[in-house]
């Protein structure tokens, strides 16, 4: 089992910053992909960025040049790195692992956080 924690989420003003975190224990695989979704209510959760074990990223192309995904290996920690947040960001974020190779297995390979709200006002 794995355990997601975030933190980070908030209000603030259009054009603003805001840092999550998320921070996984448990049975991580040394190969994984960490990421963070986001949803509104009545829509679909979507992706919003994804960072590989090596370090390769992938972002939506709506956050692109404001978000910026990390990861601490060490610390089994992902970042997300949020600027010049616009009114239409405001959503719950999701912290998701994806356990590459557990689902061969038999094994649970997709966790998720309980999600937290980010909030911008215009």
């Known amino acids: 089992q794995v355990q997601l924690v975030e933190s980070g989420g908030g209000l603030v ?17 040394s190969a994984n992909v960490m990421g963070w979704y986001r949803q509104v209510p009545g829509k679909q959760r979507e ?15 709506s956050v692109k040049g404001r978000f910026t995904i990390s990861r601490d290996n060490a610390k089994n ?37 309980q999600g937290t709200q980010v909030t911008v006002s215009s």
């Open 47 to 61: 992706l919003v960025a994804t960072i590989l074990s090596g370090g390769s990223t992938n972002y939506a192309d």
């Open 13 to 29: 003003q259009a054009g603003g910053s805001l840092r999550l975190s998320c921070a996984a224990s448990g049975k991580l695989f």
């Open 77 to 113: 920690t992902v970042y997300l790195q949020m600027n010049g947040l616009k009114s239409e960001d405001t959503a719950v974020y999701y912290c998701n692992v994806h356990l590459v190779g557990a689902q061969v297995l038999g094994l649970k390979y997709d966790y998720w956080g």
